[in-house]
């Protein structure tokens, strides 16, 4: 697979997780290299800008059950 890949859900959920226990970016790449290496995923590198993007304008705003739903289903930023 190559880096243009979505995130799949366990990804998304580490992302989440991640950001909301203030895991600094390092930290959650490592995390997500490794699930990619155990899962047999090709490798998705996360992108700062992506991270930081997440971290300020999605969740800062969301709710345990619209967060839910973004490990789901992310929705762009317009829609939230």
Known sequence: ????????????????????ANKPYHEISRLLKKYQD????GQRILNLSSYQMVKDK???????????EYIESPQTLSNI
């Open 58 to 68: 999605y969740l800062p705003n969301l709710t345990d059950e619209q967060v839910w």
């Open 38 to 41: 155990k899962n047999y995923l």
């Open 1 to 20: 697979m190559n880096s243009r890949r979505n995130y799949t859900i366990g990804e998304r959920a580490i992302l989440v997780l991640g950001i909301r």
